[in-house]
């Protein structure tokens, strides 16, 4: 089990580390594809099956779908970044924001009580339970996200729906 | 039942042959070889089922002069043609022998994932089909989103295809094949949830069980017979169209305005990996139907249940890809607009009604005596209502058609 552990860790860190070293956004989006998948193994393989099918169907499906037309969007002609290594205030802010968010996330991790043991066989928690859970409890919580999720819908329609004057023949 | 069990109990004994170290993996290697074995061959079969119907439906012969080549082995040689049913193996070779031609500019990483990955997660979703009463491959209780999970991987695919080419034609047209699935991934799991939401579980075998049983003896209890289960359906067969490209929602690769849009680029057994992923998860998607509003392996009338369950799925499978076919030959393709506009505004309001209905007939189940008849009166006014007016509406004020650009 600890092997299936370490072969699905290598992966994601292997597709991130080349993510972000890749020259070529479509190759880097697609490689974060890549990883986020290997999350959704890492679900699989503490018994947490709802959870990963659901990592896959959002983020491999809906996501990436985001990250790859923003990038197509975006960018005119060449898609491998153009952006160099000489700027001496990027990289220092770049170390400031990336050590902000190591810390931030080291210390979320420490913090929490880990109990650590091996995945249960069949999953501790099922479907039903998560869908009793949903509605009852954390009934508040779906219904914000759920208005949240609509607003930033709107807000999107909004954006892209200007009106244009008809093109004559 | 032994022809119930016949399939397990092969299985077993051949897993028996084993060292026990290795009977895990021998059980799952021999599900997933029958799978690629007999969805191969339903694929081939398909592929000569529908050249041989859509000449029929266009009133001409089909695929009939290919036949068995001589066999020397044979003490004779066989004359007779066989109907051409071995056209498909000719052209497998016939693809395989192929010149595989990759554009100079092309990503030629992504260029040939594509073809690969399309193909594998086109097959993950035959993982959870219930075949039959014991014909399980992977039984997970959350089976109905796996296999929503392992189709969304298709369109990541279709990306690569499109932009590993480095052809404008492509990239667009994948671009719009994006767009229709996109689209279409709506109505269909919002056609499959009042199911979910009436069975109360994820688990495919599960609600293959929960639709045994008649009214009367005669009317199974398969969800395509209650009213929001007919509409449902319905949006499921339109939706599923479009998920798998296929004719009337051919748009991406319409061959006579698009030249095979993204697939443009790709020749030989490349390409027909394209066709095969598409045929894959035409099947599929069918398997799922059955599953879910056509009673799963169950048999239509008690005293038909003497034929194995499987024999019932793989019946009711084919018949489903027939009417595909029939479909295919009989209706016109629709412009992207069209497209977008019937799923958009037609059926996912549709389906977002339907589940409302769901919800209705599941709070109604305790109805008894003539209350039963108001309950499908209001399930089924509220299937029709809303169909009729948003048809009239949709349909009201697009003709006669002006052009901007012609007259």
Known sequence: ?169 | MSLETLPLIVRDWIVALFPDVLQWLVHHLLSIAVILTVFGLFFAFTTIAERKLLGRLQNRLGPNRAGLPKLSILPFHLKHKLWGLSQPFADAVKALTKEDVVPDAADKVLHFLAPVVIVAFSLLGFAVLPFGRHLIPVELDAGLLYFFAAGTATELAIFMAGWGSRNKYSLLAAMRALAQLISYELPLILSVVPVVLVVGTLSLPDIAVAQSGWTFGVLPHWHVFTPWGFAGFLIFLVAALAESNRSPFDLPEAESELIAGHLTEYSGFKYALFFMAEYFGLTALSGLGVTIFLGGWQAPFAFLEFIPSYLWFMMKLAGMIVFFIWIRGTLLRLRIDQLTRLSWQFLVPLALLNLANAAFWALTAGWSGPLVFVRWAVSAAIVVVPFLILGRRLSGDRAPRTYRYAS
């Open chain 1, 1 to 169: 089990m600890m092997l299936a552990l370490l072969i699905i860790a290598l992966v994601i860190l292997g597709a991130a580390a080349a993510a972000m070293l890749s020259r070529n956004l479509i190759h880097s989006a697609l490689l974060l594809v890549g990883a986020w998948a290997g999350i959704a193994a890492f679900y699989l393989w503490a018994g947490a099956e709802f959870v990963a099918f659901a990592q896959i169907l959002v983020y491999v499906g809906a996501v990436s779908m985001v990250v790859l037309f923003a990038v197509l969007l975006t960018r005119q002609g060449e898609t491998s970044a153009p952006v160099g290594y000489d700027s001496l205030k990027r990289a220092v802010l770049a170390f400031i924001v990336a050590g902000g968010v190591g810390g931030l996330l080291v210390g979320a991790i420490l913090g929490s009580p880990l109990d650590v043991h091996l995945p249960a066989a069949t999953p501790t928690l099922s479907v039903q339970q998560i869908g009793a859970l949903l509605m009852g409890p954390y009934a508040p919580a779906l219904l914000i996200v759920g208005v949240l999720l609509t607003v930033a819908l709107l807000g999107a329609v909004v954006l892209a729906a200007v009106d244009q004057p008809e093109d004559t023949p």
